[in-house]
């Protein structure tokens, strides 16, 4: 199994540019999940879906970011635009039934 | 709501030396609790879990039981080893999500181990 995947590993760009991060969860799990981690804030919670469907996404912070599934095998976060307090590594986890499996994160840097 | 509450970090111990991170938790229900290690540049992997009163989750020689009476899901090790300097989140699943798998964090604490 090779485990959740996401690309890019790191991101670099410019304040203003839209960012896409890719998530492809373990094949067979039925949840999906988007977390954020800064030393600030910690690891937060920014949306989760249950059979590709969108359940809480509370955690968004505001409406640059946006989340799909479009399918049971890959998962999007966009920013659009992307700001330097944006600045963070985000994992993408995937689970069956109660335990969760994260991917090696995205670190993302905006200028 | 569910919530997760550990010791502050950061912990420093002295190789070979006894561990322990104190988690306790509040929720409605049986909850399965969790813990979840953070090697530096990494995701976060589970390390152990238990999913009722009185179980015992080990691995790699770390121990917890969930203890309803105290609320509590402590980590513990015997003889630590630099290489388990890291992160180490302790979790709960949320009841009430149907089964969606979300779970409910602690702040995370960090664990430097020293030759």
């Known amino acids: 199994d090779a485990g959740v995947i996401q690309s890019p590993r790191h991101e670099v760009t410019e304040m203003g540019q839209e960012v896409t991060l890719r998530c492809k969860p373990i094949s067979g799990h039925n949840s999906l999940f988007w977390y954020r981690q800064t030393m600030m804030r910690g690891l937060e919670l920014l949306i989760y879906?249950?059979?590709?469907?969108?359940?809480?996404d509370s955690g968004m912070p505001e409406d640059r970011f946006s989340a799909k599934m479009p399918n049971a095998s890959f998962s999007t976060l966009k920013i659009q635009p992307s700001e330097p307090r944006d600045s963070a590594v985000y994992f993408c986890?995937?689970?069956?039934?109660?335990?969760?499996?994260f991917g090696p994160g995205t670190r993302l840097t905006v200028l | 709501g569910d919530s997760v509450t550990q010791m502050e970090g950061p912990v420093t111990l002295s190789e070979e030396a006894f561990l322990t991170i104190n988690c306790t938790y509040t929720a409605t229900g049986y909850p399965s609790l969790f813990w979840y290690v953070q090697y530096p540049g990494e995701g976060l992997q589970l390390l152990l879990k238990?999913?009722?009163?009185?179980d015992k989750g080990s691995n790699k020689g770390f121990e917890a039981t969930y203890r309803k009476e105290t609320t509590s899901f402590h980590l513990e090790k015997g003889s630590v080893q630099v290489s388990d300097s890291a992160v180490y989140f302790c979790?709960?699943?949320?009841?009430?999500?149907?089964?969606?798998?979300?779970?409910?964090f602690g702040q995370g604490t960090t664990l430097q181990v020293k030759p």
């Open positions: 979790a709960l699943s949320e009841m009430g999500s149907g089964n969606t798998g979300k779970l409910i």
């Open positions: 986890a995937s689970s069956a039934l109660d335990t969760q499996y």
């Open positions: 879906f249950n059979n590709n469907v969108p359940i809480d």
């Open positions: 238990a999913t009722k009163a009185d």
